[in-house]
């Protein structure tokens, strides 16, 4: 299992940037795929992005391609989330995800282990 926990949420206006960041305290030394993932108020868990164990692979939702980056230092345990052009429809909880054994999927059916979230509200 691996525990995380988010950081760097906040209000931002439309068109600024922001970066999130996951701290995991794993308790296996299995390797993990870690992803974000983010909801807003009336509306479905929608994947953001995904990154694998090497962090040679990433892989993004539609809605964030070409404005969010997503990396990965094992050495210190922690996944970030750079967030570009934000627009108002990217407010949401967002949460960090692991999945041990994972290649950084999609689904969030597929993960192990939660964060609590974190608010991103960007204003237009």
């Known amino acids: 299992q691996v525990q995380l926990v988010e950081s760097g949420g906040g209000l931002v206006q439309a068109g600024g940037s922001l970066r999130l960041s996951c701290a995991a305290s794993a308790r296996t030394f299995s390797p993990y795929s870690m992803g974000w993932f983010r909801q807003a108020p009336g509306k479905e868990r929608e994947f953001v992005a995904a990154i694998s164990w090497t962090g040679a692979t990433t892989n993004y939702g539609d809605a964030v391609k070409g404005r969010f980056t997503m990396s990965r230092d094992n050495a210190k345990n922690t996944a970030d989330l750079q967030m570009t052009s934000l627009k108002p429809e990217d407010t949401a909880v967002y949460y960090c995800?692991?999945?041990?054994?994972?290649?950084?999927?999609?689904?969030?059916?597929?993960?192990?282990?939660w964060g609590q979230g974190t608010q991103v509200t960007v204003s237009s």
């Open positions: 995800a692991a999945d041990i054994y994972g290649l950084g999927s999609s689904l969030w059916e597929k993960y192990d282990s």
